[in-house]
């Protein structure tokens, strides 16, 4: 018997949570699928994915140049085309779109092609903090009008799917599916210290170092002048603590951070040849290396205005690291307060958090041995392989009658 044929379509082939999410996720479906995944090019400020198609095998992949972060029609028309040709060569039973742009021309596109099964997931949204008012609301005009076109649509966390139906209304109850996302637990342990010890090395760390990090895109909506002005405050507050603030990833709000940091007459340095170990801030840009990253650092932040399930806080979780934490998208359906992690909402209560785990070391270990067994026991990559894997073969079952 032939294998259901899978169409998956993904904003840009870019390091990130929903890549590694994904490709990860289309491993684990390989063998009862026929999968062909679609993406779009990084965009300059991104760092390409593409190692990670060594690492996850079993289905094809096809980039298209033309489909962008950025609205501009004549690439617009062009990607949709492309799409639509792919679709009528491929063939598929499923398209399943990621990201808002493949979310638009992908199900458009499936849509007047009659694929049987048309799926979106929300990773997030952008109904705020990336836009005005007026421009939040004709995206949330046309997600309604997409939904009606869907067959379902896929929220990543309870809050999310919460949002979809009740607060902006994209489509009814019996459309939204609630499928969490995992990760790949078992990488993360390090139990020999071997990879701490590699990365601690690198950045000529003392072991009486505390080493608190963030990771991801250096865009606004990641808010890290929120976490300089957490840093700037524990300095101040730290006792003469040796402590040293890594901001990993990179992105368009780089140049904006360093000029705040030398205003507030912060030293800070990057990676490479040009390290200065005495500096407190370090910009490390993207890192394929993220389980040595988190192996060693020993506090984890995330100050988001805005967030789906956030990788970084379950990666960091996995191995076994306290997280702090602003109160965003799914983030307290990760973070039991006081016990898993700790949730903050202002500067000031984020300060005194990160104070208090720097001051009471075994606080911090208590807390990462709690994040480290809540993530082995309800963050599998499996469970969410599984879950999303049924959903599929359910819906097909339904079409077919």
């Not at 836009?131 to 896929?154: H, P, T």
């Not at 506090?299 to 967030?307: A, G, P």
Request: hydrophobic share 40%.
């Amino acid at each position: 018997m032939n294998k259901p044929r899978l169409l998956v379509l993904l904003n840009r082939l870019a390091v990130g949570g929903p890549a590694t999410d994904l490709l990860s996720v289309l491993n684990g479906l390989s063998d009862r699928f026929t999968i062909l995944l679609v993406a779009g090019e990084p965009m300059p400020d991104e760092e390409p994915a593409d190692f990670l198609l060594e690492q996850y095998k079993g289905f094809e992949t096809k980039k298209i140049y033309f489909l962008r972060r950025s609205v501009i029609p004549v690439n617009d028309i062009k990607a949709y085309y492309q799409i639509k040709q792919i679709i009528q060569d491929f063939k598929p039973d499923i398209v399943h779109t990621h990201g808002a742009k493949p979310g638009v021309l992908g199900r458009w596109a499936a849509h007047k092609l009659n694929v049987p099964v048309i799926l979106h997931t929300f990773h997030g949204h952008v109904f705020h903090s990336y836009f005005n008012r007026f421009v939040s609301k004709q995206i949330v005009a046309l997600e309604r009008k997409l939904a009606k076109i869907s067959s379902a649509v896929i929220a990543i966390n309870q809050k999310l799917k919460d949002e979809l139906i009740h607060i902006y209304k994209v489509a009814p109850a019996s459309k939204v599916k609630l499928i969490r996302i995992g990760v790949e637990t078992e990488r993360f342990p390090d139990v020999n210290g071997e990879r701490r010890n590699h990365f601690r090395a690198e950045f000529y760390l003392k072991e009486s170092t505390i080493a608190i990090g963030i990771a991801g895109r250096l865009v606004p909506v990641k808010n890290h002048s929120f976490f300089i002005e957490v840093a700037e405050s524990v300095l101040k507050q730290s006792n003469n603590q040796q402590l040293k603030f890594f901001i990993v990833g990179d992105g368009t709000e780089k140049a904006f951070l360093v000029r705040l940091l030398n205003e507030k007459k912060l030293a800070h340095t990057q990676s490479g040849v040009l390290y200065n170990p005495s500096a407190p801030f370090v910009f490390t840009s993207w890192r394929k290396d993220m389980d040595c990253v988190y192996a060693g650092l020993d506090l984890v932040l995330l100050t988001s205005l805005n967030e789906g399930t956030p990788v970084s806080v379950m990666e960091a979780m996995s191995s076994a690291k306290p997280v702090v934490s602003t109160n965003v998208g799914g983030v307290a359906e990760l973070i039991e307060n006081g016990t898993t992690g700790f949730i903050c909402n202002s500067v000031e209560e984020m300060s005194k958090t990160v104070l208090q785990l720097v001051a009471l070391p075994e606080l911090c270990k208590q807390t990462g041995v709690a994040a480290s067994s809540f993530a082995h026991t309800h963050l599998s990559k499996q469970t969410e392989i599984t879950e999303l894997s049924n959903f599929y073969s359910a819906l097909l079952a339904a079409e077919n009658g």
